[in-house]
């Protein structure tokens, strides 16, 4: 960085927005995806956008790369730093700027935590619907990036289903202000467009979100399962079936032992192989016209006992328990690889079985908990980082499981992006001619290539592109 | 000095690095940055550790000594990371590197060395600040006198005196119990020991109290003194074992806390460290005790005298001890009008003698507290900590506020007076 460039920066942003010793960035190394580090030069931590435009201004003119960060939970390695360049982080920016309660929308600053915004509503009868299992912690603005799901997003939809308006700090500094809540934009959709672009063609600084009102009635029961094969195809009979919970998890031995023995305790019974976790919402007629059914399913499938949740509080424990799955995991070993792969609900029992294997045949520890209903599958594999031939084999067994998944016709990433992680693996699933179309949209809003580079489009479709189709 | 040592290696690599615990964090709150929070500090732990990080760096002294040890990332954090110990070590593995400046070390070696190793020192400590409160000479002091000035009187000699080694139990003798008197509750909260012993021995328990025990070593602890810690929670552990193997009551959280854990604090020595486990399973928080053993003739005897109350959670009481429920239910039996405090269990910014050494940031994290306490609409608020109750004090005074700031055992005595006149 060139010298009198961080003065310029703190006189932007003040001295606390920005943040330059070794020590301090080393904090910021990773994100949720700890098997790859990169150091950053700068982090900068704007208020609001006109200091988020400032420092893009000063960093574009620098050529400095630039990364956003919601809070660094992402699992696929999006918030991961790149050599030389800036992170800039959105924890300072955590104000709810406004609630429309008769047009049911709100707007918010980037880094406003995803349940703050739920809590910050539910007074009016609403709330904010995707709900990733990180939601005490992720940002809606790494939720844009990612465009995030969670347990209830089979009934509601993942986030870009959610997003109304933007207001985005280009590449350059500039703004563009989205942020006016239409349903039917006029032109091409950009704030779609920008929904999941993993911090590639812009950063939002403030989002629109849709607010929806809580459900007179929620039920939520647990079937346990002796087989997670059964627990499966019970999910798999409940599409087929046509029915439509809000919310359909699935979790196995493993999970559930390291859940038990957390502080989100649920009362899963251990000795179960699997619980499927199933929430229906809506009228009382509604809720029953789900929940009678999907039970007959569970015991047709060989449930041994389905137990419903008797009040609000026990409902609340359930779905902690559910969402502490992936932190609990902590307690096996150091370190957690949370796969994301979406497979053919028709085809549930078969990939997690195969997952398994994949991970057993190299010595792994491997657990599933899973939105079901989506066919999002999650296999976890336990690790420790220092062991760098444990590291191999966990690297190995996730481009395993890939492989499978795409074979059997499903895709990279259900909800935790691409990222680092699967840049690779954009190849498997898309012809050269569409990643050239990909990077085409990406260089119309950053023809530099400085937001988030060598992230999600594998670094050489790119460059041919460059190459072959580029006049300078 | 192997790097290993400086931190509690094996307890830092419980962390997956998940972030689930970064909102609740009072210290990320205020700077959003990722090494003032506890996933950031576990990380800059761990790079110590493996040496990517030299202990000496100022910048992970300043996080460190940042962080005001509330252990609310405890309670959110599902892998079970104990980030208590990991503070409690990487502070002690600092002052083994790290030099402070002259007037620092001076301050810790009197304070943790000399006055809160002696009664006399402490008493001693007590009037002069009385004295200079009363005075005014706090405020010629300047800086260095600030705390003095916003701190709450201490009260007179008079409220200062020693619990009296044995008191007996009122009307049927139903057991036996010893009480922990503290350095600084006795000095600063007599009134709260004296309403600690009178509903102890109300509600029929013969209340000892060992002589010439001075501190637990909770405050050592949490600073970075752990040899200071060893010495006097075994000082602790004798005194205590002399009064039989009655349960010990702590009316203070911070302290509870700690005696609670003295088997992992004596670790490394198997026969304290069995003797530590012993004396630690005997600690019980005073509502804890009191709510497994209340009589019926409590209930219902509060009206509104002591008008809406609002329980606020000290962190060493609901994350250190996961005591949540007693307290809230001790105070509506004896039939207080209670209504709850939005965040309760988030840091009031006291943490021990954090709120002297650094102000401003106590300040800081106790704005969030005063605002939700007004919301709650009450005009009492109780708490179970003494840093915590200074911190209410002079925090709401300053606030502009008009409130009461009592003790749970200050409101079961006044309870207990109204049900059996005297
Ligand atoms: C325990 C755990 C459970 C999880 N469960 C789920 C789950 O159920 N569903 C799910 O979908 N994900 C889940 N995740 C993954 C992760 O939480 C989500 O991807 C989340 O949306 C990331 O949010 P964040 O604020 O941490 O963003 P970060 O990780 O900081 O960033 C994510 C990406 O968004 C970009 N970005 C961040 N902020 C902005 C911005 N303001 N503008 C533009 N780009 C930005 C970053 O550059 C990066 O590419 C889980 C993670 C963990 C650790
Ligand atoms: S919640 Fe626990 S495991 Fe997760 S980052 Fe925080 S300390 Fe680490
Ligand atoms: S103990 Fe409190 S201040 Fe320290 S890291 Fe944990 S939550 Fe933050």
């Given at each position: 960085m060139r010298a009198g460039v961080l003065e310029e920066l703190r006189a932007a942003l003040g001295p606390a927005g920005v943040i330059a010793d070794p020590t301090r960035l080393l904090a910021y190394e990773c994100d949720g995806l700890a098997l790859l580090r990169q150091k950053p030069a700068v982090v900068l931590l704007p208020r609001n956008t006109e200091e988020c435009a400032r420092a893009m201004r000063i960093l574009h003119r620098e050529k400095i790369p630039v990364v956003g960060r919601g809070a660094g939970t992402g699992l696929s390695g999006g918030a991961?730093?790149?050599?030389?360049?800036?992170?800039?982080?959105?924890?300072?920016?955590?104000?709810?700027?406004?609630?429309?309660?008769?047009?049911?929308?709100?707007?918010?600053?980037?880094?406003?935590?995803?349940?703050?915004?739920?809590?910050?509503?539910?007074?009016?009868?609403?709330?904010?619907?995707?709900?990733?299992?990180?939601?005490?912690?992720?940002?809606?603005?790494?939720?844009?990036?990612?465009?995030?799901?969670?347990?209830?997003?089979?009934?509601?939809?993942?986030?870009?289903?959610?997003?109304?308006?933007?207001?985005?700090?280009?590449?350059?500094?500039?703004?563009?202000?989205?942020?006016?809540?239409?349903?039917?934009?006029?032109?091409?959709?950009?704030?779609?467009?920008?929904?999941?672009?993993?911090?590639?063609?812009?950063?939002?600084?403030?989002?629109?979100?849709?607010?929806?009102?809580?459900?007179?009635?929620?039920?939520?029961?647990?079937?346990?399962?002796?087989?997670l094969d059964a627990a499966c195809d019970a999910v798999s009979d409940s599409i087929a079936a046509h029915l439509e919970p809000s919310a359909l998890e699935i979790l196995d031995r493993l999970t559930i032992e390291a859940v038990e023995d957390s502080v989100f305790a649920a009362g899963y019974p251990r000795e179960a192989e699997a619980v499927l976790l199933v929430e229906a919402e809506g009228t009382e007629v509604e809720v029953e016209a789900t929940l009678a059914p999907m039970k007959a399913i569970a015991l047709r499938r060989g449930a041994i006992d389905v137990r419903r949740a008797r009040s609000a509080a026990e409902r609340k424990k359930l779905w902690a328990g559910r969402k502490g799955a992936f932190g609990a995991m902590g307690r096996i070993a150091p370190d957690l690889y949370v796969a994301d792969v979406v497979v053919p609900r028709t085809k549930l029992r078969e990939l997690v079985a195969q997952s398994t294997r994949i991970a057993r045949e190299r010595r792994l520890k491997l657990a599933n908990v899973f939105h079901a209903g989506d066919g999002n599958l999650h296999p976890n594999i336990s690790y420790d980082r220092r062991d760098k031939d444990e590291v191999r084999r966990v690297l190995e067994a996730s481009d395993e499981i890939m492989k499978v998944v795409v074979a059997a016709g499903g895709s990279l990433t259900g909800e935790h992006g691409v990222g680092l992680e699967k840049q690779e693996f954009m190849s498997l699933v898309f012809e050269e001619r569409d990643l050239h179309a990909m990077c085409r949209v990406r260089e119309a809003w950053d023809p530099a290539h400085l937001l988030n580079p060598g992230k999600l489009i594998p670094v050489h479709a790119c460059r041919e592109m460059r190459g072959t189709e580029r006049p300078k | 000095m192997n790097p290993q040592e400086l931190v509690d290696y094996t307890k830092s690599l419980d962390c997956i690095h998940c972030g689930l615990c970064l909102r609740t964090c009072p210290t990320y709150q205020l700077t959003g940055a990722e090494s003032s929070s506890p996933r950031g500090r576990i990380y800059l732990m761990r790079a110590v550790a493996?040496?990517?990080?030299?202990?000496?760096?100022?910048?992970?002294?300043?996080?460190?000594?940042?962080?005001?040890?509330?252990?609310?990332?405890?309670?959110?954090?599902?892998?079970?990371?104990?980030?208590?110990?990991?503070?409690?070590?990487?502070?002690?593995?600092?002052?083994?590197?790290?030099?402070?400046?002259?007037?620092?070390?001076?301050?810790?070696?009197?304070?943790?060395?000399?006055?809160?190793?002696?009664?006399?020192?402490?008493?001693?400590?007590?009037?002069?600040?009385?004295?200079?409160?009363?005075?005014?000479?706090?405020?010629?002091?300047?800086?260095?006198?600030?705390?003095?000035?916003?701190?709450?009187?201490?009260?007179?000699?008079?409220?200062?005196?020693?619990?009296?080694?044995?008191?007996?139990?009122?009307?049927?003798?139903?057991?036996?119990?010893?009480?922990?008197?503290?350095?600084?509750?006795?000095?600063?909260?007599?009134?709260?020991?004296?309403?600690?012993?009178?509903?102890?021995?109300?509600?029929?328990?013969?209340?000892?109290?060992?002589?010439?025990?001075?501190?637990?070593?909770?405050?050592?602890a949490h600073n970075g003194d752990l040899d200071g810690a060893r010495e006097l929670a075994r000082d602790t552990i004798e005194r205590f074992e002399a009064t039989g193997n009655a349960p010990v009551i702590v009316n203070s959280a911070g302290c509870g806390a700690h005696m609670k854990a003295y088997a992992h604090l004596l670790k490394d020595d198997a026969a304290w460290r069995?003797?530590?486990?012993?004396?630690?399973?005997?600690?019980?928080?005073?509502?804890?005790?009191?709510?497994?053993?209340?009589?019926?003739?409590?209930?219902?005897?509060?009206?509104?005298?002591?008008?809406?109350?609002?329980?606020?959670?000290?962190?060493?009481?609901?994350?250190?001890?996961?005591?949540?429920?007693?307290?809230?239910?001790?105070?509506?039996?004896?039939?207080?009008?209670?209504?709850?405090?939005?965040?309760?269990?988030?840091?009031?910014?006291?943490?021990?003698?954090?709120?002297?050494?650094?102000?401003?940031?106590?300040?800081?994290?106790?704005?969030?507290?005063?605002?939700?306490?007004?919301?709650?609409?009450?005009?009492?608020?109780?708490?179970?900590?003494?840093?915590?109750?200074?911190?209410?004090?002079?925090?709401?005074?300053?606030?502009?506020?008009?409130?009461?700031?009592?003790?749970?055992?200050?409101?079961?005595?006044?309870?207990?007076?109204?049900?059996?006149?005297?």
């Open positions: 991961t730093p790149v050599d030389g360049g800036a992170l800039v982080g959105f924890a300072r920016m955590r104000d709810v700027l406004e609630v429309n309660v008769a047009d049911r929308y709100a707007r918010v600053q980037a880094g406003v935590v995803n349940v703050d915004l739920t809590l910050a509503v539910e007074k009016h009868g609403l709330f904010y619907a995707p709900d990733p299992s990180s939601q005490a912690a992720c940002t809606i603005g790494g939720n844009v990036g990612e465009n995030s799901g969670g347990p209830h997003c089979f009934k509601h939809g993942a986030t870009t289903r959610h997003i109304l308006g933007l207001v985005i700090v280009r590449d350059d500094g500039s703004v563009l202000d989205l942020a006016l809540p239409r349903p039917d934009p006029d032109g091409f959709d950009l704030v779609g467009l920008f929904v999941g672009s993993e911090g590639m063609f812009g950063l939002a600084t403030e989002v629109t979100v849709r607010l929806v009102p809580t459900p007179p009635v929620t039920e939520t029961f647990l079937a346990i399962f002796t087989d | 493996e040496g990517e990080l030299a202990a000496t760096a100022p910048e992970y002294r300043e996080e460190l000594d940042f962080c005001l040890a509330c252990r609310h990332c405890e309670s959110v954090c599902p892998a079970g990371v104990r980030f208590g110990e990991l503070i409690e070590s990487a502070r002690s593995g600092v002052e083994k590197v790290q030099r402070r400046g002259f007037l620092a070390r001076t301050a810790r070696r009197i304070g943790f060395g000399t006055v809160l190793r002696s009664r006399a020192w402490l008493s001693l400590t007590a009037t002069s600040m009385r004295l200079a409160q009363r005075t005014g000479a706090a405020r010629l002091l300047g800086k260095l006198g600030r705390p003095l000035v916003e701190m709450s009187t201490v009260p007179p000699k008079s409220e200062r005196a020693p619990l009296p080694a044995t008191t007996p139990a009122v009307g049927p003798r139903r057991g036996e119990v010893a009480m922990l008197e503290g350095c600084a509750m006795r000095e600063l909260f007599g009134r709260v020991n004296r309403a600690t012993v009178e509903v102890l021995t109300g509600i029929g328990f013969e209340t000892k109290v060992p002589q010439g025990h001075v501190c637990c070593g909770a405050l050592h069995e003797r530590g486990a012993r004396f630690s399973a005997r600690v019980k928080d005073f509502s804890e005790f009191v709510a497994a053993e209340m009589p019926a003739d409590f209930a219902g005897t509060l009206g509104d005298e002591l008008g809406t109350l609002t329980y606020d959670d000290p962190c060493h009481l609901c994350h250190g001890q996961q005591v949540r429920a007693q307290p809230r239910t001790v105070l509506e039996r004896c039939g207080a009008k209670r209504v709850d405090l939005p965040d309760s269990e988030a840091c009031c910014g006291s943490a021990g003698i954090y709120s002297m050494l650094r102000p401003d940031d106590s300040k800081a994290v106790f704005a969030k507290k005063a605002a939700a306490f007004r919301s709650s609409g009450a005009q009492t608020l109780v708490t179970a900590n003494p840093g915590c109750h200074m911190q209410w004090e002079s925090g709401l005074a300053r606030e502009g506020v008009k409130a009461r700031v009592l003790h749970v055992a200050e409101v079961l005595a006044a309870a207990l007076r109204k049900a059996r006149p005297r």
